[in-house]
T-cell receptor, first 115, second 114 residues
Framework: NAGVTQTPKFQVLKTGQSMTLQCAQD?????MYWYRQDPGMGLRLIYY???????DKGEVPNGYNVSRLNKREFSLRLESAAPSQTSVYFC??????????????FGNGTRLTVT | AQTVTQSQPEMSVQEAETVTLSCTYD???????LFWYKQPPSRQMILVIR??????QNATENRFSVNFQKAAKSFSLKISDSQLGDTAMYFC???????????FGKGTKLTVNP
């Protein structure tokens, strides 16, 4: 099993450019998440999707949009990239919300630099 | 809102020794879960150990154990017989029962020296 797969692994954008980060999981999980990790800040939730067809804002949603394309895939879009969005982005999934029996499984992250 | 505090930005330990990483949290909830995640240089986030707040017994996973003090809102991680592969960032995290949101601390960078 591949688990949670993110693409690309690295990306450099210029200010104002757009891009989509892709995430797919093969564990039949219901919930999917996007986090960003900044030095000294830990991980912060951007958006999440509790099930196919639903999405909700997390702690830091501004400047991002998401799409839960199907049960497997959850994409994160930056419409107009800003230097403040330079970060490492993690996708994660879990079978169900809020349970120790359903911990988050993370992808390997995407390092995004906006110049 | 819940907050998670890891007061030790960096720690080091000699191989085969024991080290304890600290974590405190602030919440008004009574039902919640606590987690420790490990992030090695490969960047992948790996679940180390988990604890349900309603359980008084401290969780253990091989060389990893926790000291959960609910009244003090403390959740420390003890690593016994430290190995070089334990070198990583360690994140403490909190989740309210039924919530989608995992709240992370800022992390502790642990280095295991040979």
């Amino acid at each position: 099993n591949a688990g949670v797969t993110q693409t690309p692994k690295f990306q450099v954008l210029k200010t104002g450019q757009s891009m989509t980060l892709q995430c797919a999981q093969d564990m039949n999980h219901n919930s999917m998440y996007w986090y960003r990790q900044d030095p000294g800040m830990g991980l912060r939730l951007i958006y999440y999707s509790a099930s196919e067809g639903t999405t909700d804002k997390g702690e830091v949603p501004n400047g991002y949009n998401v799409s839960r394309l199907n049960k497997r895939e959850f994409s994160l879009r930056l419409e107009s990239a800003a230097p403040s969005q330079t970060s490492v982005y993690f996708c994660a999934s879990s079978w169900a919300k809020g349970s120790t029996n359903s911990p988050l499984h993370f992808g390997n992250g995407t390092r995004l630099t906006v110049t | 809102a819940q907050t998670v505090t890891q007061s030790q930005p960096e720690m080091s330990v000699q191989e085969a020794e024991t080290v304890t990483l600290s974590c405190t949290y602030d919440t008004s909830e009574s039902n919640y879960y606590l987690f420790w995640y490990k992030q090695p240089p490969s960047r992948q986030m790996i679940l180390v150990i988990r604890q349900e707040a309603y359980k008084q017994q401290n969780a253990t996973e091989n060389r990893f154990s926790v000291n959960f003090q609910k009244a003090a809102k403390s959740f420390s991680l003890k690593i016994s017989d430290s190995q070089l592969g334990d070198t990583a960032m360690y994140f403490c995290a909190f989740m309210k029962v039924g919530s989608e949101k995992l709240v992370f601390g800022k992390g502790t960078k642990l280095t295991v020296n040979p």
